[in-house]
């Protein structure tokens, strides 16, 4: 008789990192133009903060339960329907317009890619979106270790994709463009707070996956938090230098264009080309950014995959997988249909929906939790219980 093998701690990581990845790289260096640099540095770590212990909350609940219970489950236990109501309209809002939101910037960029393979066929942004939500939600319908074997090949991509393509920013990075000292610099930073805060959020918002994570992992909530710090932890990284690239070459006075424009890495490749070559870098870039995606399309996808499956109560047969991947993805893509353009004010959205279900309710439901079940602490509880009290 043979042992099953344990799912990598590499790939729940994986799987964290990609779900948050996407958001932050597109959209941080816009939204946080008005507090700057060392503004948005201070705004990144503290969200990382918050949200990576949340999401150890909601860990925490979620151990006192079977595995596959999700928010339904726990959050109608422990707080009660109200709460469930108000905390199952957030989830669902939250996850199915950042769907929305991946499905419009991927089927852009797929859109792209086709045109220049095919030479006499133009297919358009609708053909783009399909290709892209078809292939990667199978991947979903399949099971959690596709997700997770995908995903560990796209962040390898992303990581190599985006050292290539920051290298040469990094190294030029001024330090007048970092302390907004050059001309015609605004030195105006508080009223922005407020600004970059909902997507700084979105930028570590993985909870929709501890779930998915927990039943993966058989219920070792020690393996589960480890991924949570290794994947939230690499984002961080990848977050800061990204913010130093961007913003130690470009002037803040220089974002305004940008942000009139969607703040789309196009954007600001034709921002940055004023002030170094940035051909080789727009390639590589566009490879980071459509892994980035793609990543976090199947990290945030799969957590509204199981939370639909509790909540729908379809089983996981095949024809009950199948149900549950009609209703996950066919509203956000008939969405992405008719309004194709909604990337960044989609992505503000979920920020301010996501303080709900991923700040207030974790909170809630970790002390409920101990109030009461009768089980000893985990090694974890001593980093979010003072964070409760």
Known sequence: MTMQKRPSLLGGAMIIAGTAIGA?????PTSTAGIWFFGSIAILIYTWFCMTTSGLMILEANLHYPTGASFDTIVTDL????????????????????????????GSITESFLNQLGENVEVGRSVGSLVFCFVLAA???FSTKAVDR???????GMIIS?????????????????LNTVAQGEQQYLPYIL????????????HGNVPSLVKYYDRDGNRVMKSIFLG????????????????GNLPRAEFAPVIAK??????????????????YIGIVLNFFAYMAIASSFLGVTLGLFDYIADLCKFDDSRLGRTKTTLVTFLPPLLLSLQFPFGFVIAIGYAGLAATIWAAIVPALLAKASRKNSRMPPIAYTAVTSWCIS
């Open 24 to 28: 932050g790289m597109l959209a941080n």
């Open 79 to 106: 707080l009660g329907k109200g709460w469930n109501v108000i905390n199952g309209l957030s989830v669902a809002f939250v996850l199915y317009i950042l769907t929305y939101a991946y499905i419009t910037s991927g």
């Open 139 to 141: 991947f979903v319908w």
């Open 150 to 156: 995908f995903s560990t090949v796209l962040i390898g």
């Open 162 to 178: 985006f050292f290539l393509s920051t290298s040469g920013l990094l190294s030029s990075a001024k330090m007048d463009v970092l």
């Open 195 to 206: 600004t970059a805060l909902p997507v700084c959020l979105v930028s570590f918002g993985f």
């Open 232 to 247: 939230t932890g690499l984002a961080l990284i990848i977050y800061i230098l990204w913010q130093l690239a961007v913003q």
């Open 262 to 279: 969607g703040g789309d890495v196009a954007a600001l490749l034709e921002a940055l080309n004023k002030y170094i070559q940035t051909d």
